[in-house]
């Protein structure tokens, strides 16, 4: 028995300590490929951090507690229009638009949250429905929103009394929050409640006969899920210099779990991987534009059939043949 313990307990160590080395690895990584690239580069840059910090929070939904959501766009549609209002209409400074933002996202996540006395295929239809709902009141509420031509003249971000100006600092910013967040996402799913998202996400009448408040740690998943979307979404704007409804239509959702699911589902650098692979990929492609739900389709189907760990457990696997060979 104490064996076994100490196995367990060991296997959560080694488990724990790659998940900081991917974090170390993936920070490592935007930090110095994107600025190499050029101007273009940390285009790219921002766009991969703005949907990575989404899909990570769809990955602790999905791959972790198995809380399937169809609408996961729309609260990143959320973050980006509250703040962008709030600066326009009321006057905000960045930060606490962004914070009222992201805090608004939060209220809508739990109300979506609410959602989970459906069961099964309901609660999932149910998401896309809720998804849709927000879509059409950003695209049809012309007055606030403005409608399906949104909302141009974004004011620039101003952080403790400095402006970004430029899209090196924009993405500087960007690289900031992202660390922050993805931090606190490696940190939150190796916790305790990290551990009752897997269970439910495993079984959840075990994870209930075991003592764990079911319904209270998906409510909880689902909020975190849509504040992270909303906090990715709150700088596509500034990125793009407008915003419009389009940006968060059920394809940009079903983008989102395409992500996870070629990244590797459970593995929050996998979602990343996703993200960058996913928004890398149409700029390359863009002679076959037309084609890109198809090309996504091929992606997503080899995929799953050549790589059903995704990216994140080829790379596990690479690494582990090399370490093997080194002892060798």
């Known amino acids: 028995m104490t064996s076994t313990i100490k196995t367990h307990r060991l296997s959560h160590q080694l488990r724990d300590r790659r998940n900081w080395l991917a974090y170390a690895a993936v920070m490592l990584a935007m930090a110095v490929i994107p600025p190499l690239a050029g101007d273009f580069g940390l285009y790219l840059g921002c766009v991969i951090i703005c949907y990575s910090i989404a899909a990570i929070g769809l990955q602790v939904m999905v791959g972790v507690a ?18 962008v209002l709030l600066q326009i209409r009321l006057g905000f400074h960045f930060l606490p638009a962004a914070a009222a933002g992201i805090a608004l996202t939060v209220l809508f996540g739990l109300l979506m949250a609410q959602l989970i006395r459906l069961s099964g295929i309901y609660f999932k239809i149910a998401t896309f429905g809720f998804g849709v709902i927000v879509y059409q009141a950003l695209a049809n509420w012309s007055s606030l929103t403005g409608g399906h031509t949104g909302l141009t003249g974004i004011p620039q971000i101003e952080l ?15 690289l900031a929050v992202f660390a922050v967040a993805y931090a606190l996402a490696v940190r939150m799913v190796q916790g ?8 439910i996400g495993q079984n ?60 590797g589902l459970g ?8 993200a960058a692979l996913l928004v890398v990929v149409p700029e390359y492609l863009r002679t076959f534009a037309e084609y ?34 080194r002892r060798q």
């Open 267 to 274: 593995s929050l650098a996998g979602a990343v991987m996703g």
């Open 66 to 83: 198995g809380q399937l959501s169809l609408g996961h766009a729309a609260f990143m549609g959320i973050g980006a229009y509250a703040t």
């Open 192 to 199: 305790r409640a990290g551990r009752a998202f897997a269970a």
């Open 292 to 325: 890109k739900m198809l090309i996504f389709g091929l992606i997503l189907i080899v995929s799953l059939t050549l790589m059903p760990k995704g990216l994140a457990g080829v790379a596990t696997l690479a690494l582990n043949k090399r370490a093997e060979g």
């Open 160 to 174: 403790f009394g400095m402006a970004v100006e430029t899209r090196r600092q924009l993405f500087m910013v960007l």
């Open 204 to 263: 959840e009448a075990a994870a209930a006969s075991l003592g764990v408040n079911v319904s209270g740690y998906k409510v909880g998943v689902i909020v975190i899920g849509c504040g992270f979307a909303g906090l990715g979404g709150l700088f596509i704007p500034q990125l793009n210099g407008f915003v419009n409804p389009d940006n968060f239509t059920w394809i940009e959702s079903l983008l989102l779990l395409i992500m996870i699911s070629v990244g």
